[in-house]
DNA sequence: TCTATTAATCGTAATATTGCAATGTAATAA
DNA sequence: TTATTACATTGCAATATTACGATTAATAGA
């Protein structure tokens, strides 16, 4: 199969499960954590910062700007790419409403 | 391939890719949720909770131990399953960290 | 115009994931 | 002892993901 079942799940299920999804792999954290360092657009580096080759990381952009998560602006030849302020915080919310739901203090287990 | 290259990244990036994995599929956001929600161990009922076939639902209960988000007893001939809750939050720090990173304020895209 | 530079896209191979039927296993019930 | 019940494991088919060489597209500069 390979096929998620997405139909019998809520909305904000598989929304999560997107978001969660496009963080599931290290090139894609280190990008983001390489854009929010940087505090600026990356035009053109990144290639040489992850040490993944030029058609790998232009694949692992395009799935993040697919989401939202980051903005390119052409700029000449190459490609200025940041984060999505509004987005991220979008995202940033549903997902740390997800991960800090209360944890029953009676133990069962 | 579909073999990431781990080794290229650093530990940190790759726990975050792996636990942002796990919640990378509905079905196991679903799980998660459902043992907030009961507020104590689930014994059985999770395969007439969520909507799949109950080897699924067991390989995705795998591979939530596997990462130690839940824990799982034995109760006669059915398991309870609960989250775990230290290595939940030791998890939620990992990643709150990682989404709360600051935005730069200076627009540049 | 020609050429270099940069990044996107295409094509493809290797591997991973998802889902479930069939089967195995372990504990309880009759 | 023999079901029965609850869950795990196995095996497999369908699909997805990852990575990259080759190519293409677009712009800048000579």
Same mark, same amino acid.
């Given at each position: 199969?390979?096929?998620?079942?997405?139909?019998?799940?809520?909305?904000?299920?598989?929304? @999560?499960? +997107?978001?969660?999804?496009?963080?599931?792999?290290?090139?894609?954290?280190?990008? /983001?954590?390489? &854009?929010? *360092?940087? #505090?600026?657009?990356?035009?053109?580096?990144?290639?040489?910062? @992850?040490? +993944?080759?030029?058609?790998?990381?232009?694949?692992?952009?395009?799935?993040?700007? /697919?989401?939202? &998560?980051? *903005?390119? #602006?052409?700029?000449?030849?190459?490609?200025?790419?940041?984060?999505?302020?509004?987005?991220?915080?979008?995202?940033?919310?549903?997902?740390?409403?997800?991960?800090?739901?209360?944890?029953?203090?009676? #133990?069962?287990?």
């Amino acid at each position: 199969m390979g096929l998620s079942k997405t139909e019998i799940f809520t909305d904000q299920q598989n929304q @999560i499960a +997107l978001f969660a999804k496009v963080f599931g792999h290290p090139a894609r954290v280190a990008i /983001l954590e390489y &854009l929010f *360092k940087l #505090n600026t657009c990356v035009c053109g580096d990144l290639v040489d910062e @992850i040490g +993944l080759a030029q058609p790998t990381i232009s694949q692992h952009l395009k799935e993040l700007k /697919l989401l939202g &998560l980051i *903005k390119g #602006n052409v700029e000449g030849t190459s490609v200025c790419y940041c984060i999505h302020k509004e987005n991220w915080t979008k995202m940033k919310e549903l997902m740390v409403q997800f991960l800090d739901q209360d944890i029953n203090t009676t #133990n069962c287990c």
